[in-house]
């Protein structure tokens, strides 16, 4: 193979190459024809090059698609993770600089995602904004906003409890059912759900939602 023939299949497979952790995520005829042609043995016989071509366009636009759906999806989430925290009455406690760098780790984050090409990296930060980063600012927070009392000598005002949350997600139901299929079903689980909710607030904890 020789001009534009040739071009045509360095460009698929460097594009097979350079976007195989996409693969996953997209689910289309083109990718089935781009890999039809990287494996035949004669690429260059019939109209395997001009069926390449069009595929390759065709998927160039719906990896581009998807991307930016994700990213904006993945945003959107985080932003909300950030209002959520400025939500709390002790954020207002923090100063200026306490509360930036509550929130600065977000849009660290959201810019990452904004210039990740893999959308299962994309997916992954997102995952890890909204779960182990969402609940170490909001400890963050939570001890800033109430610092350990200073004992005076003399003094018999009880010393301030650690504020710990529990995050919603990790709190186990006791229910012997895989699934809800009634009405009865429905009512022992929040009978449930209730029961271990509060439990963590006898145990002086809060639950994060």
Same mark, same amino acid.
């Given at each position: 193979m020789n001009g534009a023939q040739r071009s045509i299949?360095?460009?698929?497979?460097l594009y097979l190459e350079s976007n195989t952790a996409n693969f996953d995520y997209i689910a289309s005829e083109s990718l089935e024809k781009l890999n039809t042609v990287a494996e035949s043995p004669t690429p260059y016989k019939g109209n395997l090059m001009q069926d390449a071509k069009a595929a390759l366009e065709i998927m160039h636009k719906e990896t581009a698609a998807q991307q930016k759906l994700e990213r904006e999806s993945a945003s959107e989430t985080i932003l909300q993770n950030i209002i959520k925290l400025?939500?709390?009455?002790d954020f207002e406690k923090l100063d200026s600089n306490q509360q930036h760098e509550i929130i600065?780790?977000?849009?660290?984050?959201?810019?990452?995602?904004?210039?990740?090409?893999?959308?299962?990296?994309?997916?992954?930060?997102?995952?890890?904004?909204?779960?182990? /980063?969402?609940? =170490? &600012?909001?400890?963050?927070?939570?001890?800033? !906003?109430?610092?350990?009392?200073?004992?005076?000598?003399?003094d018999t005002e009880p010393e301030k409890t650690k504020i710990v949350f529990v995050r919603k997600d990790n709190v186990k139901i006791n229910f012997p059912k895989p699934? /809800?299929?009634? =009405? &009865?079903?429905?009512?022992?689980?929040?009978? !449930?759900?209730?029961?271990?909710?509060?439990?963590?607030?006898?145990?002086n904890k809060r639950i994060s939602l």
């Open positions: 299949y360095e460009n698929v497979l400025k939500s709390f009455a600065a780790p977000f849009e660290q984050v959201i810019k990452e995602i904004e210039i990740e090409r893999y959308i299962g990296n994309i997916r992954t930060k997102l995952y890890n904004a909204t779960t182990d /980063l969402y609940q =170490k &600012q909001l400890e963050s927070m939570m001890r800033w !906003a109430n610092p350990p009392k200073v004992i005076e000598p003399g699934s /809800l299929e009634t =009405k &009865q079903d429905v009512e022992d689980y929040l009978a !449930a759900l209730k029961e271990q909710y509060l439990r963590i607030i006898d145990e």
